[in-house]
């Protein structure tokens, strides 16, 4: 997931051309390569500035910007494009507007260094939550791409949703859940993502065979709760024989989770607590 093959153009493409022809040269090969745009264009009067900055929007987002820096790989380029886009102005980039479903990681990283690109106008966040998309997503965040704090939340919704839906499934199909998030928790310890580090740790910390208290459940309740944690909705925790039960969800349908005093071994059946 690091690293992408270098452009297949030697040569710009004619996107590219037309931006290097009007623009600074690069400085380098870095991902900082391109900084010098930034106040080139800012400099324009601003219809010109605008025409350029449309012309980068639109040929970033359609992956036409191929060969602008043709000695470094494609993921460094794509983040030096990302960088100008995210550096720029509102006022260059107004009416700059994509609204379209991404294709292959290259977009969804794209995507993310990208204002204004609309993956789906409900639910978005729903249509990168695969797991195979986390570790570029976590890269890109790392990079400092424009969306950072919402991609960061994402990949934490998509670890919080998948121990919840794999509370019901067995063991096994959990604990492979959790270890999930304990190598994301370590990837976005690195992307300098320190909150949603902090709760994937301490979700895949539930994997661990030790005594638990109420206080451990109610914390449970809220790293489980699918979506986001409510933490106005105080769990009500009861004892019930050798495990500890708790409502995980309320509506539309209940759900109990179940938590083994001993071991901290749990699990959730559908219907409400026991009386």
């Not at 999930?180 to 895949?204: D, F, I, K, S, V």
Request: charged share 25%.
């Amino acid at each position: 997931m690091g690293t992408m093959s270098p452009p297949p153009e030697s040569e710009p493409s004619d996107e590219a051309a037309l931006l290097l022809a009007e623009l600074p040269p690069p400085q380098g090969n870095g991902e900082d390569a391109l900084h010098a745009w930034v106040p080139a264009l800012q400099a324009l009067p601003l219809r010109d500035g605008q025409v350029l900055s449309e012309l980068l929007y639109f040929g970033y987002v359609q992956g036409k910007l191929r060969g602008v820096l043709p000695e470094t790989s494609a993921l460094t380029e794509l983040r030096a494009l990302g960088r100008v886009l995210r550096d720029l102005p509102d006022e260059l980039l107004h009416g700059c507007v994509w609204d379209r479903m991404h294709a292959s990681t290259e977009d969804v990283r794209r995507w993310t260094w990208t204002r204004e690109w609309t993956l789906l106008s409900q639910d978005e966040d729903l249509m990168v939550m695969e797991d195979a998309l986390i570790p570029a997503l976590l890269e890109e965040v790392g990079a400092g791409c424009t969306k950072r704090a919402y991609v960061a939340s994402i990949v934490a919704h998509h670890a919080r949703d998948k121990a919840h839906g794999a509370l019901g499934r067995g063991a096994a199909v959990l604990a492979e859940s959790l270890a999930c998030a304990g190598a994301w928790a370590e990837l976005a310890q690195r992307a300098g993502a320190l909150a949603e580090a902090e709760y994937m740790t301490r979700l895949a910390g539930y994997r661990s065979v030790r005594v638990v208290d109420a206080d451990d459940v109610t914390q449970r309740v809220y790293d489980l709760r699918r979506c986001y944690p409510d933490p106005a909705r105080v769990p009500v925790v009861r004892a019930v024989g050798d495990r500890y039960q708790a409502q995980l969800v309320e509506r539309p349908f209940q759900r109990t989770l179940h938590v083994e005093r001993a071991t901290g071994r749990m699990w959730t059946t559908d219907g409400s607590v026991e009386r």
